[in-house]
T-cell receptor, first 110, second 116 residues
Framework: QKEVEQNSGPLSVPEGAIASLNCTYS??????FFWYRQYSGKSPELIMF????GDKEDGRFTAQLNKASQYVSLLIRDSQPSDSATYLC??????????FGGGTRVLVKP | GAVVSQHPSWVICKSGTSVKIECRSL??????MFWYRQFPKQSLMLMAT?????????EQGVEKDKFLINHASLTLSTLTVTSAHPEDSSFYIC????????????FGQGTRLTVV
């Protein structure tokens, strides 16, 4: 079983719609959760991080964390073609290394 | 913000030669730096964790004698791929963390290595 799992996609959404990405993790000791966006041929860039159960909103992005169910999700509202990328979920235990999921490829169609 | 600069952004080398990749934290001191490798259409795979002034900790299956990591200062870590072979061709990415309590990591631009 992979430590961090994501649906590889592609997740195809029309422009202006909401894209919903999910991520599950196996280590119950995980404390920090991150969403990165990676364009083809580029390195990942941090979108959001979340530490506590519940929702965290930043602009068009909302991260949701449920530690009891061991999942974290990312919502992208009003999706734009520029949001087309691979989204990586990463998980970390306290002060420890990041473990990445396989990534979900998102395609926003005009 | 926190800026991590990686150099070179791409390199082509002959099989059997060695290549050094540099990772610098420009506006903060990085107690910990991480080196990843990413093959096409795959996720990032952690190769090793380096802490300033100490030996790097390598992930299982990563040859420490082939991938030499040096973290001599709080702003610079280097990865040297020794005796490179075509199968070492990959996208190598470093990331840096400010301290041991802040797990947010900032990524360099990545280095595309092609071994011919």
């Amino acid at each position: 079983q992979k430590e961090v799992e994501q649906n590889s996609g592609p997740l195809s959404v029309p422009e202006g719609a909401i894209a919903s990405l999910n991520c599950t993790y196996s280590d119950r000791g995980s404390q920090s959760f991150f969403w990165y966006r990676q364009y083809s041929g580029k390195s990942p860039e941090l979108i959001m991080f979340i530490y506590s159960n519940g929702d965290k909103e930043d602009g068009r992005f909302t991260a949701q964390l449920n530690k009891a169910s061991q999942y974290v999700s990312l919502l992208i509202r009003d999706s734009q073609p520029s949001d087309s990328a691979t989204y990586l979920c990463a998980v970390s235990a306290a002060g420890n290394k990041l473990t990445f999921g396989g990534g979900t490829r998102v395609l926003v169609k005009p | 913000g926190a800026v991590v600069s990686q150099h070179p952004s791409w390199v082509i080398c002959k099989s059997g030669t060695s290549v050094k990749i540099e990772c610098r934290s420009l506006d903060f001191q990085a107690t910990t730096m991480f080196w990843y490798r990413q093959f096409p259409k795959q996720s990032l795979m952690l190769m090793a964790t380096s802490n300033e002034g100490s030996k790097a900790t390598y992930e299982q299956g990563v040859e420490k004698d082939k991938f030499l990591i040096n973290h001599a200062s709080l702003t610079l870590s280097t990865l040297t791929v020794t005796s490179a072979h075509p199968e070492d061709s990959s996208f190598y990415i470093c990331s840096a963390r400010k301290d041991s309590t802040n797990t947010e990591a900032f990524f360099g631009q990545g280095t595309r290595l092609t071994v011919v």
